[in-house]
């Protein structure tokens, strides 16, 4: 039958059975598959009664079949490339013959199965939170006495948890990473410029022509994007935030997967992070500029009352699922 694709040829062992007066004993030889396969007498052993040959597989043979990555949408050549230990995204790109003239780096995806299964993890512990929270709070209903007001606040705060709960049921982590892929293509030694692992995929998408608001707002809907516009412009045409807004913890999710939040401004709200260049711009959070495909996320307010015993609300956890698990839910 020979010897298959994964045999490693230079050296091999076999193990034979010596018989003597005194007993049996076990005989290890070393010889080249390669070299006996061509005759070579000094590894073209005579095979006897009861040996056994052991022939092992190439080193990383295995992992090297695994190490494929995928590249999706504006790329000359898309599709699935393998690649070489310790390859760069940079390499891939350039293999795949770059990015086309319609391709949005700034709105890149970058997905890892690593971190898929760490979101994943993630979202188990917000369900099960949630979980238990639900039962906290029956069980609380049943066994306090509490006034016709504070009854009916614990049964709506039990039926949104409730219906959070199977938004979560629902959702599906994507393994997301932020990246800065216009830093990766003009400088190569960016820390955005990953070395490739099995299973990552990289979706870069035509530019965008608009902006999206969502959440407590009058309108929500997807704008036309105009350059040079804010948050609080955008803001301004969906009609602003409703009473019910939490006009304090409003962010944006920036195309590349950035999060920016309101509650994020420093300096006495006289400055604003810049998630794209990494550094603090002045300007309160309505004033700061969006990029095609930003989406404004406005959350639902959510009163505590301090004899719920319940350690998160709604909002915490909606916020840390856009923020850590990076999953989108239709949770607004």
């Known amino acids: 039958g020979n010897l298959t694709d994964r045999a490693y040829k230079e050296k091999a062992s076999l193990t034979r059975v010596v018989t003597s007066e005194k007993g049996t004993d076990i005989v290890k030889l070393t010889f080249s598959p390669a070299r006996a396969m061509k005759g070579m007498p000094s590894d ?16 990383q043979y295995a992992q090297a079949l695994e190490r494929k ?34 391709a949005y780096p700034f709105g890149a995806i970058f997905e890892r199965e690593s971190v898929k299964k760490v ?12 979980e238990q929270d639900i039962l906290t709070m029956t069980a609380q209903a049943a066994e306090t006495a509490m006034s016709k007001e504070e009854a009916g606040i614990l049964q709506e705060s039990l039926a949104a948890k409730k219906e959070l709960l199977k938004k ?6 994507t393994g997301r990473m932020v990246i800065n892929l216009p830093e990766v293509l ?7 410029n990953f070395e490739l692992r099995p299973g990552d995929r990289l979706v870069v998408k035509k530019k965008p022509d608009s902006v999206n608001v969502l959440g407590e707002v009058y309108n929500p809907t997807a704008l036309l994007y105009e350059k040079g516009k804010s948050v609080g412009y955008y803001l301004r045409q969906v009609g602003g935030p409703t009473e019910n807004a ?42 700061m500029e969006l990029d095609a495909g ?13 004899w719920l015993r319940v350690t998160k609300d709604i909002t915490s956890i909606l916020y840390q699922i856009a923020v850590t698990a990076g999953v989108v839910i239709a949770a607004y």
Do not use: C, M
């Open 168 to 173: 979560l049921e629902a959702a599906r982590s």
């Open 246 to 287: 939490e006009k304090d913890q409003i962010y944006v999710v920036k195309a590349n997967g950035a999060v920016i939040s309101k509650a994020q401004s420093g300096f006495f709200g006289l400055a604003t992070w810049d998630s794209q260049n990494y550094r603090w711009t002045l300007g309160k959070f309505y004033s």
């Open 186 to 192: 003009a400088l190569p030694s960016s820390e955005y």
């Open 119 to 130: 979101q994943d993890q993630q979202l188990k512990k917000y369900r099960e939170k949630l």
């Open 44 to 59: 073209n052993l005579l095979l006897q009664k009861d040996d056994i040959i052991h022939i092992r597989e190439i080193p």
């Open 294 to 306: 930003d989406t404004i996320i406005v959350p639902k307010k959510v009163v505590k009352y301090p």
């Open 69 to 102: 990555a995928y590249l999706e949408g504006e790329f000359r050549f898309p599709g699935e490339y393998t690649f070489s230990q310790g390859e760069r995204l940079s390499s891939l790109i350039e293999r795949a013959g770059g990015l086309t003239e319609d």
